[in-house]
């Protein structure tokens, strides 16, 4: 069984920096794209950053110089690196792998780790 487990969030002050992991585990035959997503209270949940397995990524533009997506296909792991963070930045952040394992293609999503900036 897939699972995408994420690591990395917490309480952080305005100005602040953390890094979010996300570890793909289970049978997996191969990894398309992974990407991070967030939702905010009372908010839809909302596209952060994505990257392909060639590492061409996608961010939006609201967190565009601040945040790096990476990721690591030995690992079968991305990573967010989130600078500069902002009181709107808070939200749950939910990792997504677009892969293929036993049950087939298709997509998968973390737990979600809780992001807060705050002073």
């Known amino acids: 069984q897939v699972q995408l487990v994420e690591s990395g969030g917490g309480l952080v002050q305005p100005g602040g920096s953390l890094r979010l992991s996300c570890a793909a585990s289970?049978?997996?035959?191969?990894?398309?794209?992974m990407g991070w997503y967030r939702q905010a209270p009372g908010k839809q949940r909302e596209l952060v950053a994505v990257?392909?397995?060639?590492?061409?990524?996608v961010s939006a533009n609201s967190v565009k110089g601040r945040f790096t997506i990476s990721r690591d296909n030995a690992k079968n792991t991305v990573y967010l690196q989130m600078n500069s963070l902002q009181p709107e930045d808070t939200a749950v952040y939910y990792c997504?792998?677009?892969?293929?394992?036993?049950?087939?293609?298709?997509?998968?999503w973390g737990q979600g780790t809780q992001v807060t900036v705050s002073s």
């Open positions: 289970g049978t997996i035959f191969s990894i398309n794209a």
């Open positions: 990257i392909t397995t060639g590492g061409s990524t």
């Open positions: 997504k792998a677009n892969l293929n394992a036993v049950l087939g293609p298709r997509e998968y």
